[in-house]
């Protein structure tokens, strides 16, 4: 399999975590319902290939997403108690009950940067949306969990247009007040430019937030995505959500379309000299193998020069 030319750039990080959410993120706003079976072997090949963190499903309502509304049986056929976390979405207390009966050891809460988005998503309001996240991160955390928090919508908003900055940083140090372990600041229609990116970091870090408590979440609707993670590898981002394939979106957001994909991130990472743990070839398989499962050929520009 070719690879890309290893030229280092000695001003960015030498090491990024993925955080890969195909499972979730991306199975989310399939159509084709995907058996359990291929969602545990999905699981099972992203572990194998070198994936650290697998975002492995959401104990939402099953009404909202019914593609996951098999959550506790997929739980129950994957080893929790392994070395690799395999997060959950978890959004309230019902979501926690059922992500705690299962034996889940790693949850993420998913706020809204506005009001709009916290309503179609949350079925809540900006401000409501953390009375709703507050008895499921203490609780969680009591429990020995480890908590992370998404904000979405941090770039733009289908509805509401732009989204002030100031708004997607008190939401997010909100949460990191109520426990998170790490922020996921969220592009959940892929509208963000690389200035935007960084202007977005440098403002969480004047607000005391350092780069080792972000995560960045880029859907790459608009074809932005990899530029996006390579402006924040610029300002010590080093841990990326990315979707095996490019397989993803969000079904309450118009116009999104699939997330980074992980192999296009691998690839760059690869040629830029970052360690990342990933085996390509292995996660490329994989990908292509899903594709076949859903009937479609895979989004990754990567996945399609490789095969
Ligand atoms: P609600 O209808 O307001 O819930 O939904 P409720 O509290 O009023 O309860 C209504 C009924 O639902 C009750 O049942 C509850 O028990 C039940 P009844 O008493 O009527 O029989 N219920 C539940 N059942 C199972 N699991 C639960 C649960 N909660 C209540 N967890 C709720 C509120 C938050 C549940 C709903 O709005 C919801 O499920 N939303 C999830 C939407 C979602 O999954 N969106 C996609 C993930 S976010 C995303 O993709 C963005 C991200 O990728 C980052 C980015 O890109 O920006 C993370
Ligand atoms: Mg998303």
């Not at 790693?106 to 706020?111: C, D, E, M, R, W």
Request: aromatic share 6%; with cysteine.
């Amino acid at each position: 399999m070719s690879l890309p030319s290893v030229v280092r750039d000695p001003a960015l990080p030498t090491e990024v975590t993925i955080y890969e959410v195909g499972p979730r993120d991306g199975l989310q706003n399939e159509s084709v319902v995907v058996p359990l079976d291929a969602k545990v072997e999905f699981i099972t090949r992203l572990v194998a290939a070198g994936l650290p963190y697998v975002e492995a499903t959401s104990f939402v309502h099953p009404k909202w997403v019914p593609q996951l509304a098999d959550a506790a049986e997929l739980v129950a056929r994957l080893p929790m108690d392994r070395a690799t976390p395999l997060p959950v979405l978890v959004p309230n207390e019902r979501g926690l009950d059922r992500a705690l009966e299962s034996g889940v050891r790693h949850i993420a809460v998913f706020a809204s940067a506005t009001e709009t988005f916290a309503q179609k998503n949350l079925n809540s309001t900006l401000d409501t949306q953390l009375d709703m996240f507050e008895p499921v991160m203490r609780r969680a955390l009591a429990a020995g969990l480890d908590v992370r928090a998404y904000v979405s919508m941090c770039f733009g908003d289908p509805w509401e247009g732009e989204v002030p900055i100031d708004q997607v940083v008190s939401v997010g140090q909100s949460l990191l007040e109520l426990g998170a372990s790490q922020l996921s600041i969220g592009d959940t229609i892929g509208v963000a430019t690389a200035g935007h990116v960084r202007e977005l970091v440098g403002r969480f870090v004047a607000a005391g937030t350092g780069v080792d408590r972000l995560a960045m979440h880029f859907h790459d609707t608009y074809g932005q995505a990899l530029a996006n993670a390579h402006a924040a590898l610029q300002v010590g981002i080093t841990t990326f959500d990315a979707s095996a394939g490019g397989l993803g979106g969000c079904p309450y957001a118009e116009s999104a379309t699939g997330n980074l994909a992980t192999e296009d991130l691998v690839w760059m990472l690869g040629g830029l000299g970052i360690r990342h743990g990933v085996d390509l070839a292995a996660l490329v398989e994989t990908s292509r193998w899903m594709a076949g499962v859903l009937g479609k050929e895979p989004a990754s520009a990567v996945v399609r020069a490789l095969s």
